[in-house]
């Protein structure tokens, strides 16, 4: 589903944050991505959707390669990679569905009449995938009346709402307690799970990734140092 080929970076500073990293991921395939701070998790994640750009190597999602696209055909491609972040990037003075629409647009929405086109089918959807993450009853609240917890159910279901083939997620526990960090990791494995949906989960707290990915991926000074089960990662990794 995703291959990654010989994929380095080195920033305009000279910092060198991947170097030659190979790396395949099947359907429905959960991989947490382990390894210090700076080891490069962040940068393999953008460099798969191009907020940051290879320096060299290939991006393969089914048969297209992401890193030789052109702008326009990247726009495109990239309707098929779905994100969660760690700060929820919600749009604070639209609610909760409107939030979730937004997915469908694939930009963030300034105006409320740009959410005025979706269709009956649409909206349908969105409501399905609000009670999926269990928040219809606050469909129509704004989005910063909600808790942390709440507010990345609410980017779940908007990165759903266009129908990934690919999920990336950057850090999505990383502002939660622990408890909530638990249930947001046990839902985003159940969702990926009923969908056969890939994800790659940047996730620096180890314990939390043991219990959830069924593989992870280490890595350090760009480098992949560990890919396997939980189960085989040894104390020092
Ligand atoms: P991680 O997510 O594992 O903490 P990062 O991908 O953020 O690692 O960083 C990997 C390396 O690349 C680090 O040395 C970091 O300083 C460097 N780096 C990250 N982003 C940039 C950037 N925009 N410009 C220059 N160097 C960067
Ligand atoms: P993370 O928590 O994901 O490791 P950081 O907090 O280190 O990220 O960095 C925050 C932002 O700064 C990111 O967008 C990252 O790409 C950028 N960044 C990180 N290191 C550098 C650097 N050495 N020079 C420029 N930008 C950097």
Known sequence: MLK?????????????????????????QLVG????????????????????EPTSGEVWLGDVDLAQLGRSELRHQRR????IFQEYA????????????????????????????????????AYELLDRVGLLQHADKRADALSGGQRQRVGIARALMQTPDLLLVDEPTASLDPK????????????????????IVNIHDVPLAQSFMER??????????FDGPPTDLSEDA
Do not use: H
Not at 37 to 48: D, E, M, N, Q, V
Not at 80 to 83: A, K, Q, T, V
């Open 216 to 225: 992870l991926v280490g890595l350090r000074a760009g480098t992949v140092v």
């Open 180 to 199: 909530t960090s638990r249930q947001i990791m046990r839902l985003l494995t159940e969702i990926c799970a009923e969908r056969g949906l890939p994800a």
């Open 90 to 125: 919600l749009v604070e003075r639209l609610t909760v569905m409107e939030n979730v629409l937004s997915g469908r647009l694939g930009y963030v929405p300034f105006w409320r009449s740009w959410l005025r086109r979706f269709e009956a089918e649409d909206i349908r959807r």
């Open 33 to 52: 991505l382990i390894g210090p701070s700076g080891a490069g998790k962040s940068t393999l994640i953008r460099c798969i959707n191009r907020l940051v």
């Open 80 to 83: 098929r990679i779905g994100m």
């Open 4 to 28: 990654i080929k010989n994929l380095s970076k080195t920033y305009k500073t000279g910092d060198t944050a991947l170097s030659d990293v190979t790396l395949e991921i099947n359907k429905g």
